[in-house]
């Protein structure tokens, strides 16, 4: 019998890890070259690979309020999402369940919270919130260079009101070292929809324990409805990596200090022993609120938020970015993953190429 290469060896376990289903299919057949967007419907998934090799899937399992795209792996195989709450990792913090890989939604919608929901609500409370309900794939397209994947869902309310149609458009590549993730969601108002000005959104993704800042202590922190969550100071634990991320934006702002600043970028970098990372959010000029305030915080949530305004800066008016039924908003961001410290020239030339696109 010819036994595994090591390579061989490397790959299976990456797949078992990412997505245990697929470990019979990696196994029985040679990895599929190109970017491959494989749909599994029966299992509430859609897989994508590079070269055989899991980059992220997109799941919207019964656990969850929304689709999410978890997890998401580097191109050198190190898993840069939380697992908690789906699949806890030793030494994780358990705060904000709603926290899960990387997703689109928003803190209030015609009053209603799409952000917070998960099943940690109260029963009392969850009239006050919102689902991001899957309706289907409508298309997948795998290819040499890139793999795309079409779907749709429906934002709903708590009191069972459907309010916004949403179809995303998401395009997966791999140049070189640097995984690509392009964000399109258009939403179309389904009754008058008005995005109060608030701090939890919108495109969000909650890092893994050694993307966090090691300057983080944690805290109590509130959201719009006053509802304080707690989040538990990082400590020292043997056998696992330390927190060793940074953020950095367009305008040069470092640290903690990004949180409630704009910038048509901001990267977060770090490492995991000798492997480095940069992952990088891109606002596009097309988008509302451009440039974009970033909703960044220490203890690993990293997200992009253009429909807040006063709250982050109480001098501006609140934003208030309504649709009128029938009205649609298009949101456009792209997600790099880079095993290197990105350079603040090599952030802007992408942001440049990235803003260039056809709209």
């Known amino acids: 019998m010819r036994r595994l290469s090591s390579r061989g060896l490397l790959a299976a376990s990456l797949i078992l890890a990412a997505s245990p289903l697929m470990i019979t299919r990696a196994l029985a057949t040679p990895p599929a070259k190109g970017v491959q967007v494989v749909a599994d419907k029966a299992n509430r998934r859609v897989d994508i690979t590079i070269d055989g090799k899991p980059f992220t899937s997109y799941i919207w399992p019964t656990t969850l309020k929304k689709p999410v795209l978890y997890p998401i792996v580097d191109a050198g195989g190190v898993t840069l999402t939380r697992g908690y709450p789906l699949a806890p990792r030793p030494g994780e913090r358990t705060d904000h369940p709603h926290h899960d890989g990387l997703w689109f939604n928003y803190g209030n919608a015609n009053g209603f919270d799409f952000w917070n929901n998960s099943d940690a609500i109260k029963p009392e409370n969850r009239s006050t919130m919102g689902s991001v309900v899957f309706d289907k794939v409508i298309s997948t397209t795998s290819g040499s260079d890139r793999g795309e994947l079409v779907a749709a869902s429906t934002w709903i309310t708590g ?201």
């Not at 109590?220 to 409805?225: C, I, L, W």
């Not at 538990?232 to 043997?238: C, D, Q, R």
């Not at 709250?311 to 997600?335: C, N």
Request: net charge negative.
């Open 159 to 359: 009191r069972d009101q459907a309010i916004l149609a949403e179809t995303t458009h998401y395009v997966f590549a791999q140049h070189s070292e640097t995984r690509i993730i392009d964000v399109t969601a258009t939403l179309k108002a389904l009754d008058r929809v008005v995005f109060n000005d608030d701090k939890e959104g919108m495109l969000g993704m909650r890092v893994a324990r050694w993307l966090e800042s090691p300057t983080d202590r944690g805290g109590v922190f509130t959201d719009a409805n006053g509802n304080p969550t707690t989040v538990a100071a990082a400590t020292s634990i043997p056998g696992v990596a330390p927190p060793t991320g940074e953020y950095l934006t367009s305008e040069g702002v470092k640290g903690d200090a990004v949180w409630s600043t704009r910038g048509r970028w901001c990267a977060l970098s770090g490492h995991n022993g000798d492997h480095v990372v940069s992952i990088a959010i891109f606002d596009h000029p097309a988008n509302p609120g451009y440039p974009t305030y970033w909703h960044a915080r220490g203890y690993g949530l990293f997200a992009a938020n253009p429909l807040g305004r006063s709250i982050f800066d109480p001098k501006q008016p609140a934003f208030k970015y309504t649709l009128e039924k029938g009205q649609t908003a298009t949101f456009r961001y792209r997600v790099t993953i880079s095993l290197h410290q990105a350079s603040p020239e090599e952030l802007n030339h992408e942001a440049d190429a990235f803003a260039s696109q056809p709209k």
